[in-house]
Each structure stands twice: as structure tokens, then as C-alpha cells.
């Protein structure tokens, strides 16, 4: 039988600071982990991932080979240069773009090709391929983090291969403190700034309470495209004193400053896949108020207090103010999750989840294989 032990991971860009670049970079340590040599293909790394991956405390190892473009065939070139030389066992790429697709075209290889897509896959994520559903038939497998993907793939794109939701998690025993501080706000968000965060939506709310609790105030982690518009809205609502867009953070020396300086956490999203700032507050018992998203939903529970409807300042806003006035409301946000967290996203689960994963696709692509 074939046995795992080299893979590619092929991720166009790993240059940002976003959950999704976190989701790579811990999947690929818990492999590593495992004992699986894995080479890293995509355009640049962001130094705060890089250190973490040339971490070798492990029996696996990570090879990094940044390509420096944006091109897929250059990409597809470093996946040949690799496989001329190593015995590779499977090839996991993400997220489901055409930029992947194109690649995997390219030729056809002798190893499972999967993919793993950190969104929902639901209409609202408008940068996924028009033709997913027949472009998704090239992969012999894919990862979801939220059961509501999985549904979406078999029942709106029509993919019958194996299909694994796999666990996000979060790597604790990177986290350090430091001399950062921020001041303390009532309350707390770690986002990009892009348009499906749903950031208006959180800054609506705020002008919605300020008149009731004009000492409240938000605290803003995150970088993206939409700063300027987000900085002139909370302008436009009067509301730029009590709003503080603190920018970009290290992820694992800032993390802990971030949590210690807000008593309630929001996330507004307007979809969500299996968001890691959920994971990283559920997991330090902070109060978190969420919109009901797939993602959310999952990872909180779906009978979690601290859920509100998707695009709605009114109910955000009643749900924010309860949180800060009501402590009895503000310890069942924080006394329900621990359990959770334990049996369905740790580390443990995650690797399990991934071993047993690729070691099924692996012997089952090659026992479908006539012999030579």
C-alpha cells in the first residue's frame, strides 16, 4: 500500500495576516508533527508564518518554495521540479479558485489532488468560480470547516468524491506576551477590513447604543481594503472618538495584549467559514457576541446566547448592550464552550482528521490504478 509520507500544499499567497493564512500555517505544523514531509508552494510568506514553519522540532519537515509570482504556470513548474525529484503522496491545494483549478489542468498526476475551501461555499462569496460545480470534478477529494460547506458541495455542485470536515484549531503553544499594550475599550473586534466582514454593520450598532451608553467604545483589529471607507463612515456617524483602528498585529506576541483589552469580543460577518479569532477567544473564555453564520453557528454551537441574524444593527446592538450591562448574560457567553472546543477543534482531532484523511485517499487512488 502507498504510504503517506511527502505531500505538496499549494496556496496561491501566504503573504497577509488573515485566518486563512493561520489555517494553513497550522494544518501544515500538525502534519509536520506527524512526520510528513511537506513542501509548501505559493507566491510569498509573511515572516510571522515563515518563523513559525521553519520551526524543526518535529519528525516531519516544511520546505518552502515561494515562487515570487502570481502566475500558475510558474507555479505549476515548481510542482513538476518537485515531483522529478520526490516520491509526492497527494497534493492539497486551496482555496477552490480558478488560480488552483488551472493548475491542477495542467496535467494529469500521478497522486490525489484535493482541495480545501475556508469559505462556506455558499452565493454570497463572489470570488468563487462561476463553474465550480464542474471544475470542482477535477479534485479526488476535499476539505470543509463548517457542515454547511459539505451540504453545499454534495447538494448545489453535485461533488461525490470523499469529502472531510476537518477541524480548525489553534496553535497555543505559540502565543507569548509582550511589551505591546492597547487601551481598554468596552468592546473588541479582530477582522480584516473587507466587505464581508460586515464591519458597517458593527459600527452602525455602535451608533445605535451611543446615545443610550456614550461611554462605550470599539476597538478595531485588522487591515484590508476598506479602511478609508470604514474610518469615513464611523466619520459620517459621529462616532469616530469612541472607534480606535488599531491595524495590523503579530499574531502571536500582539494576541493576548488584544484579548486583555476589551470586555466583549463581536464578530459581524456576513459569512464566515470557521473563523480562528472565534477560536482563539472561545478558548480564553472571553464573552463573544457573533452573527449567526455557518461558521459561527458550528463553532459555537447553534443554541449559543451569543448568536444575532446576519445584517442586523438593531439586534447586534440590543445583544452588545446586554453583554455589557447584564454580568449574569455576560458568564453564559463564557461558561458554555470549553467542552466544545475540547471535542470538536483541537489540535488532536485536527491531525487525526488530517492523517486518516489523506492515508484513505491515498490507498484508495492507487488501488483504483491498474499495476504496471
Known sequence: MKILKEIIWLTPDLSGLGGSEYMVTSFCRLLQRSGIHVHMITSAVHPSWKQVLGLNHAPGQIHLHEVGSFEWRDFAAVVDQITRSTSISLMQVMPLETFCFDIIRFKKYDFPVCGLEPTDLSDQCWWLPENLAQVMQQLDGLLVLNPHAETTARSRHHFLKPIQLIAN???????????HTY?????????????????EYLLGAMRLLSDRQPLLSLGIWGEGEDRERLLNQAKMLGIEEQVHFHGAFHPF???????A????????????GCPVSLLELAGRKKPVI???????????GEDYPGLV??????SLAQRMERAFT??????????CLQERLDTWFSNAVTSQQLIAFYSNMVAA????????
Open 169 to 179: 484549531t489553534v496553535m497555543h503553544d505559540l502565543y507569548t506576551t509582550s511589551d
Open 326 to 335: 447584564d454580568h449574569t448574560f455576560r458568564a453564559q457567553l463564557t461558561g
Open 309 to 314: 441574524p446576519v445584517a442586523d444593527t438593531g
Open 253 to 259: 506576541k500582539d494576541s493576548l495584549a488584544i484579548t
Open 365 to 372: 487512488y492507487h488501488n483504483c490504478i491498474p499495476a504496471e
Open 261 to 272: 483589552s476589551a470586555a466583549v469580543f463581536v464578530l459581524p460577518s456576513l459569512f464566515e
Open 290 to 300: 457573533s452573527t449567526a453564520t455557518s461558521g459561527g453557528k458550528w463553532l459555537l
Open 183 to 199: 487601551p481598554p475599550t468596552t468592546f473588541g473586534c479582530i477582522s480584516r477590513l473587507s466587505a464581508e466582514k460586515g464591519l
